[in-house]
C-alpha cells in the first residue's frame, strides 16, 4: 500500500514474527517474481504447472510435503496489522472476523472449531485467507489434498475444501480472532486502487 506490494507485506509480517522459511508458489508470470530475490533472499520458489488448468488445489499440491507447522496465505490480502501473524499455535487454525451477517466465504463455529464452511450467512466468521497448520495436520493435509485432487472433479475444488469440506472428519480446525482494519482481501485491481490512489493512474 502506498507503493509498497502486497506481497511485501504478508513477507514482512512472516519476517517480523521469526519466520525466514517462506516458499512461494507460482505460476502465471512466474518470472516476475524473480524480482522479490533482491529483497528478499530467503525466498524459495516452487513452481506449479497446472496453474492454467486447476484451482488453487493445485497449489497446495505442489506445496504438500511443507505444510507441517506452517502458515499457508493467499496472495490477495492486504496486512495492516502484522502482529496478526504469531510463530507459535496450540492447534491448526483460520483468522476470521466476527460478522453479523457477510455474502462473502465464511465459517460456522461451535466451541472454537469450524464446523462448515460455506458463502454468506449470519451470526458467523467471515474467512481470511491465512492459516495454520500443526505438524499432525500438515502429514494429513498431504495426503488427502493428493485424493480430493485425483477425484473426479478434484482439479476444480479450492484447497481449503478439503480439511473444512471433503475430509473434516480428519481435522478439529479452530478459528482465529482477527478484526476488519488487521487485513483486507483484494478481489479487484478496482478495489486496490480504492485502497491505494498510487494505482490510480
Not at 75 to 92: C, E, W
Not at 103 to 117: K, L, P, R, S, Y
Request: overall charge negative; glycine content about 6%.
Amino acid at each position: 500500500m502506498n507503493g509498497k506490494r502486497i506481497i511485501d507485506g504478508l513477507i514482512d509480517a512472516c519476517l517480523a514474527a521469526g519466520i525466514e522459511e517462506i516458499y512461494i508458489v507460482r505460476g502465471y508470470l512466474a518470472e516476475q517474481f524473480d524480482q522479490l530475490l533482491y529483497k528478499y533472499p530467503m525466498i524459495k520458489f516452487i513452481e506449479n504447472p497446472m496453474y492454467n488448468s486447476a484451482n488453487n488445489i493445485s497449489s497446495a499440491l505442489c506445496a504438500k510435503e511443507l505444510l507441517s507447522n506452517a502458515y499457508v496465505f493467499e496472495a490477495d490480502l492486504m496486512i495492516s496489522n502484522p502482529d496478526i501473524i504469531t510463530p507459535y499455535h496450540l492447534t491448526s487454525d483460520f483468522l476470521a472476523i466476527k460478522k453479523d451477517e457477510t455474502d462473502d466465504w465464511c465459517f460456522e463455529v461451535t466451541n472454537g472449531i469450524i464446523t462448515e464452511e460455506k458463502v454468506g450467512g449470519k451470526d458467523c466468521w467471515q474467512m481470511v485467507g491465512i492459516s495454520y497448520w500443526s505438524e499432525e495436520d500438515g502429514k494429513k493435509l498431504a495426503e488427502d489434498i493428493t485424493g480430493i485432487y485425483n477425484t473426479d472433479e478434484g482439479k476444480q475444488r479450492y484447497w481449503e475444501q478439503v480439511p473444512l469440506v471433503f475430509c473434516k472428519d480428519n481435522y478439529k480446525v479452530a478459528v482465529r480472532e482477527c478484526f476488519a482494519e488487521d487485513i483486507i482481501e483484494i478481489d479487484t485491481f478496482s478495489e486496490l486502487k480504492k485502497l491505494d490512489k498510487t494505482y490510480d493512474v
